[in-house]
């Protein structure tokens, strides 16, 4: 298990950023893993990630905000400090389809996946069994029209009980409130089962079907206030033809659902993924 | 070069159908080279495309229709009998953008497209030296605002006095007319660089980097008179990320284009293409 | 679920073969739902799948034998028939390595793969729990360069008592007796982690890694005597890049043998695939 | 058109290199452009590409070797400087197979690749007209068995004569010799017509039809002295069915071979690509 630090800023872009963080990481005896930078001209801005080994880094790490502090305050940096040895912690939400939930579950079992899952939270009893063969806590709440801000409480109330990081909806077939996605900034992550901005909303398989194309997609993203329109992590797609009915666009949609949706929750626990905008950078 | 006949057909789904075609072509000794079906259950119809070896078919074409007709009307077939020895001629229109158009014109060189190609038309002369280089007849017809419906009489004229078979649009930048398009039902076979639907109108590729995707697309699809709506024919896209620019996003997309389009076009010219409602059935 | 029974052929190319078959199938009322057919111009081969309901066929499947046979005598075909109806009996061969077990029997729960898996066998006791949370029973038969005899004597005989029709080696990493083969041909299908005909044999994720490939792939096949040498169902390719260290590369290589095995056990189980010399034909 | 230096870096791996670089560009005013780094655990090699605007660096370029040269010895760096400004010049060798050659040459009338093309060279006299169409000279010089070695001296004398910076195989069909070869260390780039290591040698395509492979490829990489062995710049593949007879793999690996070369061609122009070992890094 690795025990490294990765720091992420994003900045105004201008001269000496690299050669200041640089000389800091030195002056501290980092030894540097890996550095990705990128600077976006349009919005002139510079984003970077950095990781380096803590193992001879002669700073404290409680002492890190106080040293680091005034570099970042000079250079007007938002930066985030993450360790590689902490797990964050993500709650997945679930309604019937359960092909994301079982392939999520999987990869964390085999260690593909960084974190801990202390709750599923479903608003249908179905996908039970499959917390338990994994033996994670799952939490059914039911949701209906009526019931929704009562719904919507009881989920939080299981979150800030688990002390989650970050949410995963993993086909979660219930619209969030805009006051619950404002709880959880750049920390709720959705798959869209297509390649968006194309049938966003409801029922895409049959619009894709209806519409004769050619490639069917997903998409992951960040959840924002307005639906399927939030920064984009990962797309992919598969070739359809005649041959295939709208089943098959279902089956073989899944698959794509599967990989795009793990690769998001897999970079974000990575602290690979940098929001500027309503674009991500993903330093992969 | 082949000497084959190639037979589309669209009909209700029913019984007896392929029993029917085979038992014309055994009873004429047709050699099958190849034959394709699709049944679409949604819409009942049936779809075929048989090709044969002439060599040894004991029906005269000139005959063809009064023995064949009879069978497909008995069975409501739509058809149509193509022959491999005969070039579809197809006339090009383009503008300033000459990636799509250098790339037909060699591949036609090349002979990866069996047609004849008398007439190239742009409202711009800029790509006339490519015309030259590949010795294709070029026609400069400035299109404005105001001269729309002459110019499109002139074009129209060029492809009447050309008998031209089928136009493509190789990143032809003017919308043409419902009546222009009206005269060339499933003849005409536009590029546009984007996954339709998504993206679809103008500036798709601004919008795709605005839009902050992870993968851009082109689509080939035969003109209708909604824009951008007609059947899908191909589709393909390519991954992009935060390190490409616009400019990357148009010069990877350039590559699409070419490969989307000229698949269209040659499976446009085998006659691989069958269209019902608003899709495409390719026989590849 | 369908109701259907699905004809494969597999004969000489000559004239009349589709003419033969639609007469027969009309002739006892059947509504094809589904034929496809190929032509192997090199080895003179007609191959064909057509599929058709059963309600209202007026043949009894017990007389099919009698009735057919006769026809396929003439043009030397050689034929099997399937019942859609009947699911095939699979068992699945996993060593440590647990993806593909896992994906398997997640897709054979969620209904995509249309067969029974009576039987898992491993040479260890590590996928235990998966086998429990599925309910498939599990055997546990280990295998050493000494007992590879008995341990292949043991397999066979619980393959016998369970039925089973056809063998998954879902990373099994042992290699199979030419006599173990010899009983089950065209019935056992390997998952190779890497792009036949590169890299076959023990190994090729480090080989990949050393040769510095862009490219990493994965290839389902039929198992023959030849180690990593029958006839190629599926493959798949992803892209790496100097990012990548050589777990990325096995972790990427994972999702892609998922999906090739998988896509090449629907295949066989929805009777797609013909076997002719050493290549397929995949009806998908 | 771009004002920058671009400088690439390959020495072993230690602490304080990012900042080493990151100060020297600082104290001469370098607006950073593009900064892109890998570590090689492996081989503990660090490898940087960074690029950054002339405009207000002030330090003279003839001066870059003496201020620069003692950083970089004290930290072992293997380095070379390049600017955007100054075109490399290529020379293009084909053969009979005019596709690469039609990609290439169209691509930097396109503005895509931003090199000199003085020179092509070809063991046939086929291509002589594509060369004129974009006015770039063309030397015939036939090679046989006999004549190698004063063939190989023409060529020389011809790549001297015009200074040229490096070489491309766009097909061409002879072997070079070692001698030939040992002259241009990492600066011919070869196009080979399979997804090496698979196929390497003669006829690729032949032999992915007669292995019956479900994937085709293509690979571009740089020349060494042993035949397909050279370090791999970029790969990419395509599906291909039964359907697809030779001549279709052969087409539709035209369409890869095209790509993956002009991708090479553009990444070796723009100084994307380190070699180290038998392995590359594309800074994309």
Not at 103 to 126: F, K, Q, T, V
Not at 165 to 193: E, G, T
């Amino acid at each position: 298990m690795r025990n490294t630090a990765i720091l992420s800023i994003v900045c105004p872009d201008r001269k000496g950023l690299v050669a200041a963080i640089a000389n800091f990481l030195l002056a501290h005896n980092a030894n540097i893993l890996h550095a990705d930078q990128h600077q976006d001209r349009e919005a002139n801005l510079f984003l970077m990630r950095v990781e380096w080994d803590l193992e001879g880094f002669d700073l404290g790490l409680h002492r890190f905000d106080e040293t680091f502090g005034p570099i970042a305050a000079a250079h007007q940096m938002q930066w985030r400090l993450a360790l590689s040895s902490v797990k964050p912690r993500l709650a997945i939400f679930v309604s019937k389809y359960d092909h994301c939930l079982a392939d999520l579950l999987y990869r964390h079992h085999a260690g593909e996946l960084y974190c801990e899952i202390p709750l599923i939270i479903s608003n249908h009893p179905d996908t039970h069994w499959l917390a338990e063969a994994y033996k994670i806590p799952f939490q059914h709440i039911a949701v209906s029209k009526d019931n929704k801000p009562e719904a919507e409480a009881k989920q939080r109330a299981l979150l800030d009980a688990h002390g989650i990081d970050f949410v995963v909806l993993a086909r979660y077939m219930q619209v969030l409130s805009a006051d619950f996605i404002a709880h959880y900034p750049q920390r709720i992550i959705n798959i869209h089962h297509s390649f968006l901005p194309a049938f966003h909303g409801a029922k895409p398989y049959q619009r894709a079907f209806a519409r004769g194309v050619k490639l069917i997609g997903a998409t992951s993203h960040y959840v924002t206030e307005v639906l399927d329109d939030g920064p984009i992590i990962d797309q992919a797609v598969t070739r359809v033809s005649h041959r295939d009915d709208l089943d098959d666009l279902v089956q073989k949609g899944a698959d794509l659902e599967k990989v795009v949706l793990s690769r998001a929750v897999k970079w974000h626990i990575d602290n690979r993924i940098l929001v500027y905008g309503n674009k991500t950078v993903v330093f992969d």
